[in-house]
């Protein structure tokens, strides 16, 4: 028996490190032996995937008979809000995406046909050379990261930290298979995965899209995830039912500094090839076929335009020859540049611009314009277009079938079938890490009365996490996961069939006293830059989960926790006050694998023991950031750490629970390029008023779309149409702004118009719920004046003075609501809303 002090770490040989290869090396000797200077660091690729002297000369054939405008349109990728069929048939697009939580027709619900569909009509157009005089297939790339996640009824795997704990590069594979077959039964061609991050601070918001903080099992599961979309290379490389893969985000995105979304990484560049580059060796050495650029920096300067690791490093040394893509227009970022315009992004090596929004047109303009006057030369040009041709003819596209006709395209019973769900409920079982287990509580037999509380146990979208139909994972029910399940429908369906009692109380309220409780509880969804965070503390400001595990425990009855997270947090309190601990990560849609492990059979024989094993370090601290080789390493539980049924590890019931102070910021966000986790935001417009919930919402006066400001939807605009009253409500949750109130303080709009001159612009302040008819509950604050003040099309600051908003408010009433409304037509942009405390705001009077 091993016990884990309060302050320690645990490091056994029963589970340090499951690839059998713990040594006592400081670090993993990957770089090239040969390596003298710079780009020798680099090595040459041995791609599986070797040039076919047939296709360069066709490609030689195809480039001579193109337009200067027909090849510029082959580098123009949008987005399916943004363009129409008669765009794709005058232009001629190379590409084309869908963005996560876009739909066809902005129908979350697009059943696989209307999928289908509309990918029929985008290839008929472009190849109709009525008007662009070009017969070249369009491919159509989506975000398919766990599954194919934007479509409903789809089977959504767990997330890669998951997988990165199961370590089964076999078990990756078939995943990658499973998802390839169900991404084209909607008549997709190309998918942007995998995520090779090696993730090195865990406050980051895509941590859970890498599989490890050690660039090992990245490397290998690269490999293994581009056999399984696109084929192995021998035998059915991009076959009919195989898609284009992308090896992404090139390069570094996960060793950014202290975690932070699109930032800079300051790696040496020994460190960038040995820690963040390991997963490109893997996935192009097996053939994958593209590329995308990153959003982080390198040293200050943003991967986009990056011509040394883009050409010199990637296409040069290491002799990629697929082709590089952007991500959502991460050319903007670059110095210089702006989404419409960035000659400095193909020079630097680019061959796909990802351009959703309008500025698609300009760009195509300007490039056109830069390639004849010189900027951008003829010949970079020509390399981008021989690139993504190459691609598309070694993918087939000009010889294949049409979406609609192709081998699964309308085959919609193999989305979500049975063998593919079974492959999901292994990873789900062989990604659980048990922290603890302390009087081998686990397994639980079903034979027993189990009360199943906290908000995740029955709540699929919680349990599947960010990039779940929508892009922020956020605004699904259960009803969304049609033959999906979760984790409490699980235990429930196993305990009912051994005679035991199962019971659903989320507050953990029971009349009966039950035998044991299983807390399933976690973070709520997020993605990317949206979920990164100030430190690990979980649930820091109001530990709600903490007293729900305590509850119990002063009861009495033993208690499971189940965490659901997509990151290692600090949860030592909640550890403390728990029997058992399990780390579920973000299982995806099917929750119920997790009873095949927690529960014994009707016999109290295990059914499946843990195999999980953490690929990340658990923090010993809110603000520690931990990774496996460090030369000071002393996390709570360690790179490889994982209990099985057969261990008899401890876990103290003492670990310190004293967190460290974290700076926040003044004043209270409600919007700062996304909406703050205390809020909720609506639509409101003619009687009707729905959750905003999506990147797109229209009510028949009003409609709702994020856009980008400085970043990818950091901002919202919305479109008055002046035919009626109607708005936008922020919420409080659970709160109430008698501070910002008492303070006097203001709120700050950050906020652009098209048409300044406008009239009756109200920002009203009001009661909660029903008491907004009561008097003194409700007051506004024409803002008109102000917003005639500004500029057209400028991001710019207006302040209002709290004094005006709450003028004729009862102190007494709990005022929770912030409208912006109006009846006039009108488009405003919104980047940021916020109430501040500064005594220095410039704020003007009241009239």
Not at 159 to 168: C, K, P
Request: aromatic letters at 8%; charged letters at 20%.
């Amino acid at each position: 028996m091993i016990k884990l002090a309060k302050n320690g770490l645990l490091i056994s040989s029963l589970s340090f490190f499951f690839l059998a290869c713990s040594n006592s090396q400081t670090a993993v000797e990957l770089v090239h032996p040969e390596a003298k200077n710079k780009t020798n660091i680099w090595p040459k690729i041995n791609s599986e995937v070797i040039q076919d002297q047939s296709i360069e000369t066709r490609l030689d054939n195809i480039l001579s008979a193109m337009s200067l405008e027909q090849k510029v349109a082959q580098t123009i990728q949008p987005e399916i809000r943004d363009i129409s069929v008669e765009d794709m048939r005058q232009y001629g697009f190379g590409s084309y995406l869908n963005g996560g939580g876009s739909f066809p027709n902005g129908n979350k619900h697009a059943t696989p046909q209307d999928w289908i569909n509309l990918a029929e009509q985008m290839y008929q157009a472009s190849i109709d050379d009525s008007i662009d005089g070009s017969t070249i297939p369009t491919m159509w790339g989506t975000d398919a990261v766990h599954g194919h996640n934007n479509v409903v009824g789809a089977t959504l795997f767990p997330h890669n930290i998951g997988l990165g704990a199961a370590n089964n590069p076999d078990l990756i594979e078939k995943i990658a298979t499973v998802t390839a077959t169900e991404v084209m039964v909607t008549g997709i061609d190309w998918v942007f995965a995998p995520t090779v991050a090696v993730v090195r601070n865990d406050k980051w918001g895509r941590t859970y899209e890498g599989y490890s903080e050690d660039p090992e099992i990245v490397r290998a599961y690269s490999a293994a995830i581009v056999k399984g979309l696109q084929g192995h290379a021998d035998k059915d490389f991009l076959g009919d039912s195989r898609v284009i893969s992308t090896v992404k985000h090139f390069v570094g995105d996960g060793g950014t500094e202290n975690g932070d979304d699109q930032g800079d990484n300051v790696s040496s560049e020994l460190e960038l090839y040995n820690i963040h580059a390991q997963g490109y060796m893997g996935g192009l050495t097996t053939g994958a076929q593209s590329v995308m650029a990153s959003f982080n920096s390198w040293h200050g300067e943003k991967l986009h335009g990056n011509k040394y690791l883009l050409t010199d490093v990637l296409k040069d040394n290491m002799g990629f020859d697929g082709f590089v893509v952007g991500d959502w227009n991460g050319h903007g970022q670059v110095k210089g540049c702006s989404n419409e315009n960035c000659p400095q992004a193909m020079n630097a090596g680019l061959d796909i611009y990802m351009v959703p929004t309008q500025a698609w047109k300009p760009l195509f303009e300007n490039i056109v314009a830069q390639v004849k006057s010189g900027v951008i030369k003829q010949s970079r040009l020509d390399d981008a277009v021989r690139r993504i041709l190459r691609v598309k003819l070694r993918a087939g596209l000009f010889e294949k079938a049409s979406p609609a006709q192709r081998q699964f395209s309308g085959k919609t019973e193999l989305i979500g079938q049975k063998s593919h769900r079974d492959v999901a409920k292994q990873a789900v079982r062989e990604s659980l890490v048990l922290l603890k287990n302390n009087g081998n509580i686990l397994p639980l037999s079903p034979k027993q009365t189990i009360l199943v509380a906290g908000d995740a146990a029955d709540n699929i979208g919680k349990q599947a996490g960010g990039w779940t139909i929508t892009w922020q994972g956020t605004g699904n029910t259960n009803a969304d996961f049609p033959g999906g399940s979760s984790i409490y429908a699980g235990i429930a369906a196993q305990v009912t069939a051994a005679g035991g009692t199962s019971t659903l109380s989320v507050d953990g309220t029971f009349q009966t006293k039950p035998d044991v409780a299983i807390v399933v509880f976690g973070e709520e969804p997020y993605a990317e830059g949206q979920g990164d965070v100030l430190d690990l503390n979980y649930q820091a400001e109001n530990k709600r989960d903490l007293a729900l595990l305590e509850s119990f425990k002063k009861q009495g009855i033993p208690t499971v926790a189940v965490f659901i997270s997509g990151r290692p947090m600090w949860v030592n309190a909640e550890l403390n006050a728990s029997d058992a601990f399990v780390a579920a990560w973000l299982p995806g849609s099917e929750g119920s694998a997790v009873a095949d492990v927690l529960l014994a059979d009707n016999n109290n024989q295990i059914q499946h023991d843990f195999k999980g094993k953490l690929s990340y370090s658990w923090p010993i601290s809110a603000t520690q950031t931990a990774n496996r080789f460090d030369a000071d390493y002393s996390p709570l539980f360690a790179y490889g750490y994982g209990l099985t049924y057969t261990d008899k590890t401890l876990v103290a019931n003492d670990l310190s629970t004293v967190a460290a102070v974290t700076a926040q910021s003044s004043g209270l966000p409600v919007f700062d390029g996304k909406l703050s986790s205390k809020w909720k935001m609506t639509l409101l417009s003619d009687g009707q008023e729905n959750e905003v919930a999506s990147n797109t919402l229209a009510l028949p006066y009003i409609a709702y779309r994020t856009i980008d400001k400085n970043i990818q939807e950091d901002a919202f605009k919305l479109d008055f149409a002046g035919t009626g009253e109607a708005g936008l409500k922020f919420v409080l949750q659970n709160s109430s702004l008698s501070e910002m109130l008492t303070n006097a303080s203001s709120l700050v709009l950050n906020v652009k118009t098209a048409q300044p001159k406008t009239s009756a612009l109200f920002v009203r302040m009001a009661c909660s719920g029903q008491q907004q008819d009561k008097p003194n509950c409700t007051h506004g604050v024409d803002i008109s004046q102000q917003i005639g003040e500004l500029a057209a099309d400028t991001w710019t600051d207006i302040t209002i003075d709290m004094k005006c908003l709450v003028e004729g408010l009862s102190a007494n009433e709990m005022v929770d609501t912030l409208t912006i409304y109006t009846a006039q037509k009108n488009i405003l942009s919104i980047s940021d809303v916020r109430f501040i405390t500064s005594a220095e705001t410039n704020t003007k009077g009241c009239e």
